[in-house]
């Protein structure tokens, strides 16, 4: 665009009056934004294409946020008015309409920020369900076996590669399909109840159970029962502990994409963030 109107001023004051006018009313950028690049002198030189100037974001710079993108603006301002081109940009901006403007609060986070949100809550997420995990494992004499090693399994445990994994977490959802409120309740009752019960009497006996129970005739024998069943129901609480560190993901992760994400959070991808960060931990070990 060739601007051939004497608009010869003050520059200072058009400077201020300039930045003053693009931080009012909401607006963040103009809505074709490259056309800035454009602007020519009187000699006909565009003004994207003298060296330095800030380009706008747009494409790979589009995630910034508002607060970002009209800084953007600020700075391409100042650099058109030290390069002789503050006039033909205050005549461009003044003359753009309402709607070629982006508007909208300075508080809006960008793209790139919800990413960075996101990138902490699964970071967050990985290490408290690996330490679920390998607490879980541990009853259940599982071995975790990194995919680049050569480790063996060790004797009478089982192993469990990143494939079985995954699959272990989508047996999970399938015999627990339960809700983040009710997962609570019962890690709450557990808890309260293994200050003083250490689980045993919180869960009802099945029928199965209550046999082994009437069988037992010694100390000893309702001791290892009771033992045993104790085991196992700290292995169901770990298990509830998982389903519902995975559900508060997935609600979270829903507030910092609203709009994009709905089911974006499954449990094959909640247990990949947990064995990428088990792969990484083993790596540097």
Same mark, same amino acid.
């Given at each position: 665009?060739?601007?051939?109107?004497?608009?010869?001023s003050?520059?200072?004051?058009?400077?201020?009056?300039?930045?003053?006018?693009?931080?009012?009313?909401?607006?963040?950028?103009?809505?074709?934004?490259?056309?800035?690049?454009?602007?020519?002198?009187e000699?006909?030189?565009r003004?994207?294409?003298?060296?330095?100037?800030?380009?706008s974001?747009?494409?790979?710079?589009?995630?910034?946020?508002?607060?970002?993108?009209?800084?953007?603006?600020?700075?391409?301002?100042?650099?058109?008015?030290?390069?002789?081109y503050?006039?033909?940009?205050?005549? &461009?901006?003044?003359?753009?309409?309402?709607?070629?403007?982006?508007h909208?609060?300075?508080?809006?986070?960008?793209?790139?920020?919800?990413?960075?949100?996101?990138?902490?809550?699964?970071?967050?997420?990985?290490?408290?369900?690996?330490?679920l995990c390998?607490?879980?494992?541990?009853?259940?004499?599982?071995?975790?076996i990194?995919?680049?090693?050569d480790?063996?399994?060790?004797?009478?445990k089982?192993?469990?590669?990143? &494939?079985?994994?995954?699959?272990?977490?989508?047996?999970?959802?399938t015999?627990?399909?339960?809700?983040?409120?009710?997962?609570?309740?019962?890690?709450?009752?557990?808890?309260?109840?293994?200050?003083q019960?250490?689980?045993?009497?919180?869960?009802?006996?099945?029928?199965?159970?209550?046999?082994?129970?009437?069988?037992?005739?010694t100390?000893?024998?309702?001791?290892?029962?009771?033992?045993?069943?104790l085991?196992?129901?700290?292995?169901?609480?770990?298990?509830?502990?998982?389903?519902?560190?995975?559900?508060?993901?997935?609600?979270?992760?829903?507030?910092?994409?609203?709009?994009?994400?709905?089911?974006?959070?499954?449990?094959?991808?909640?247990?990949?963030?947990?064995?990428?960060?088990?792969?990484?931990?083993?790596?540097?070990?």
């Open positions: 665009m060739l601007v051939n109107e004497d608009l010869t003050n520059d200072k004051e058009i400077l201020n009056s300039l930045i003053e006018y693009v931080t009012q009313n909401n607006r963040v950028h103009p809505k074709y934004w490259t056309e800035i690049h454009n602007l020519k002198n000699e006909g030189t003004l994207g294409d003298i060296k330095g100037f800030p380009l974001l747009i494409l790979g710079g589009s995630g910034s946020n508002n607060v970002e993108k009209q800084q953007r603006v600020i700075h391409q301002i100042r650099f058109a008015e030290k390069q002789g503050l006039d033909i940009l205050n005549w &461009y901006l003044k003359s753009l309409p309402d709607d070629h403007w982006v909208g609060s300075l508080d809006e986070p960008g793209y790139d920020d919800l990413c960075v949100q996101q990138g902490q809550l699964e970071d967050e997420v990985a290490i408290d369900g690996l330490g390998l607490r879980l494992f541990d009853i259940e004499n599982i071995e975790l990194p995919k680049y090693s480790q063996k399994t060790p004797p009478g089982i192993s469990f590669n990143e &494939y079985e994994f995954g699959n272990f977490f989508d047996a999970l959802g015999l627990y399909p339960l809700s983040a409120e009710t997962l609570d309740r019962l890690i709450n009752c557990a808890d309260a109840g293994a200050k019960l250490r689980y045993v009497n919180d869960w009802p006996l099945s029928p199965r159970e209550e046999v082994e129970l009437d069988n037992s005739k100390k000893t024998k309702e001791k290892d029962f009771w033992e045993k069943r085991i196992e129901n700290e292995a169901m609480i770990l298990r509830f502990q998982l389903l519902s560190l995975y559900e508060h993901y997935k609600i979270k992760l829903q507030k910092i994409f609203p709009h994009v994400y709905q089911d974006l959070a499954d449990l094959r991808g909640f247990s990949e963030l947990i064995w990428d960060l088990h792969e990484d931990i083993m790596t540097h070990h």
